[in-house]
């Protein structure tokens, strides 16, 4: 009973404190708020399936444990659309806008919007690490324990994607 | 458009947040019936309530008036010291209270039969003065001001009430907190100094990422990793 109510108690300290940024980590990359509620509900679903299996000391590491598994969510999601080319059709314009140059996005209203297209032309992984680094805050050294690279990869990585973000944004 | 701007452009998507009726819901989805969601939206929408809305008015009113009764009441000596530190809190600054502790530091010896008073007088100012230093002078004058008052808060102490062990102790925070103000003030300056040069040099992507990184410390204020992590890439 009581190892039950310290699950509870564990689970619910960490989706108070990542539910917002896994949200928003997904939804910058599928552009939909159903799509990006409907991964993060499994993010989190996974997350409490692996405490009920796991003792909660052995997911060292819960902020890595979730982005890890909305990374890989995101890339399945986008797997499945692309074999199924069943898309609905609001989401299609969606995702044909990530493929069209800034400069034909002058009807874009806010520099909210401007920065997500920005963004969602970065390569999937440069989109992760600036993301993290600089919108969720998390360490070098997280980074690289997330995608399995080594720190100085990942400064590296975070550099050449300012760069480019930094290209991107100018043609605004 | 450099670092900052990008990085302040970033910010912007913080905006994007889930709603809070489907985080709400999403959990207990999850956790089961066992879920408790302590909301406390009903207990502000009974505040709306014209009968509650009322009573929270006339309660707020009753306060204000029972502390401006208070406040006038003499015999209420200590109540109304400790109301009034609390309103007169937010309008002083270091200056005030480096300034009281001082002065009352002074009296300490003059007014032997008040002593007492005085030292905890002084203790508070000191405490006081410790919480309100601030993090970044404005410039090297209030650095070296702030310095001068405490070396003279010291000196005082040093002559005056040299066996109060809990005097020393405020001034020794003091001090410490000084210190610690003035280091990261050196820090900062020596970043900024090392910041500019390193612009104008040729780095390799390793050192230039390393530069981004401590730029980005310097932003959040961290100026000994910055340093450090200049440190690291001149050292490459």
Known sequence: MNMAKNLHFHFKKIYKLHIGKIYRFI???????????????????????????????????????????????????????????????????????????????????????????AIRQLKEEYQDVVLWYYLDNLSVQEIAEILGKSENAVRVMIHRAMEKLRELLKEV | MDEKEIIAKLQLLNQIKPRQEWVRNTRKNILGPQDRWVDFSGVFMIMRQPIFAVGTVTMILLLVLAWFGLLNKPQQDSLELVISEIASDNFYDYNYYLEKASQTLAKVESVPQKNEKLVEETKQALKKAVEKLPSRPKNPQESAKIVEKVKEIEEKLTTLAPEDEELIDATKELKEKTKEMIETEIYRIRVEAELAMLENRTLTEEQQALLEEAKKDYNNQDYLSALEKILQLTNQ
């Open chain 1, 27 to 117: 939804y910058i990359k599928v552009n939909s708020q159903q799509i990006a509620e409907d991964l993060t509900s499994e993010v989190f679903l996974r997350f409490w399936k692996a405490l009920q299996k796991e003792n909660p000391s052995k997911i060292e590491n819960p902020k890595a444990f979730l982005y890890k598994t909305a990374r890989n969510l995101i890339i399945d999601h986008y797997r499945t659309y692309s074999q199924k080319k069943e898309i609905p059709i609001e989401e299609v314009k969606e995702i044909k806008d990530t493929s069209q140059s800034l400069e034909t996005q002058e009807s874009l209203s806010s520099d909210l919007e401007i920065v997500q297209k």
